[in-house]
């Protein structure tokens, strides 16, 4: 018997796929789109490196837990690259369920377009992953965005990229507050030289009930990244043009489904900002063992934007300020408990406003007797690690233990220590590991 034809392999593969097999595909900048509409759950698609001119449309593409879609570039060596193109965002989700997406480089040119986006359109983008992207060049204006969903979308993970030079790092949700981004884990990125925001999360209005599991409580996790935005700091008087803090986090529902999510915002590096706050929340977050750098006006600052503060918990957080420390402007009246407590705060003006306890406080020139270098604002994230940590043990005070509860990762500190009993701070020694 003859041996099969390629052609005829080729349709027996889709065949098996279709039976629910899952299969592999590879593909190159030549023939990759041929393809994006045969993946099924568990397939992947394989791309080799080269140069991408036709952008990644993904549509109606249903991967399962156990089986998601697969796209992604070499892990090593020279990368899939996709070069931006007029009127199109490069990666464009509309109705995909278990999709991920990794190993890819993501050049915008300055085009005005998104590298990534969840298009306004759809009815859902959930259970994306987003893993190892490199997204640069994407700065046309502050509105062209690495990352962005503008549908509702549920169960991301955006880990490991490095996002700069762009307009906005990452937003999630849309400005009137509809179309809500639920569960999210946020980890492990890089985020530096953008003209507005490295992350936004829009405010939350009413649930949609047809979301995944929307009756129950979430977070969303944001930890591990490094969030910087160097620049020269205005003259006095000046207003720069794109001030935006580093991080800006929206409330959730304020009654209803969602009304208890929460943000958990910890073991991240918030590294300068010359016109605006490193941190700025609303609703119900807690922010614990974070390191805060910036010679700007603001590093923490909790206050209403949408809405108002509501559960709020600032932990075991490391600031050095020119300006203010932590800010919480609470809510009138205020049933809720924004509480401060455990924290080292260099600043200007160390602290102002919610329930206050155990933190220790002074200026800009007090750091240098507890910290191991806070002469000058570090260069790196490495030497942030480094100048922050305490020059002996990690001061201590007389902690209430149910001010950490249900929070994870809270007994380790920014690097990943075992935090003492009672330490305050976010490094619990002097040899913080890289």
Known sequence: MRPASRATLILLLAGLAGAGWA???????????????????GDRLLLRAGDYSRGLPLRNLQGRADAPIVIEGPAEGPRARFVARSGANTVSLT???????????????????????????????????????????????????????????????????????????????????????????????????TLGYSLQIKHQKARPADLPEAEARHDTVIRRNLFAKPGPAPAPGEKLPN??????????PTSGAGSGDRYLVYANLFLYNPGESLLQGEGNLAVYNNLFITDGPDAIRIQPHNDVPREVRVLFNSVLAAGNGITVLEPEPNPHIQLVAGNLVFAARPLRGGAQHENLTGNRAAAARHLTQADAYPATPEAAARDLAPRGAAPTRRLDPAWSADLPDIDRDFAGQVRPANAI?????????P
């Open 95 to 193: 109705d995909v369920r278990h999709v991920v997406i990794r190993n890819l480089e993501l050049d915008g040119r300055n085009l005005p377009v998104d590298a990534v986006k969840a298009e306004g359109h759809a009815r859902f983008a959930h259970f994306v992953t987003l893993e190892n992207l490199h997204i640069h060049s994407h700065a046309a204006s502050q509105q062209n965005v690495g990352i962005s969903s503008k549908c509702p979308a549920h169960g991301w993970v955006v880990r490991g990229n490095r996002i700069e030079r762009v307009g906005t790092g990452m937003y999630f949700g849309d400005s009137d507050g509809s179309d809500p981004f639920v569960a999210g884990l946020i980890e492990g990125n890089h985020v530096s030289d």
């Open 243 to 252: 001030a935006r803090p580093n991080v800006l986090l929206g409330h959730f």
């Open 425 to 433: 701070g976010a490094l619990a020694g002097p040899r913080p590991r």
């Open 23 to 41: 299969a592999d595909y590879h593909a190159g900048p030549e023939d990759y789109r041929a393809l994006l509409t045969r993946l099924d759950a």
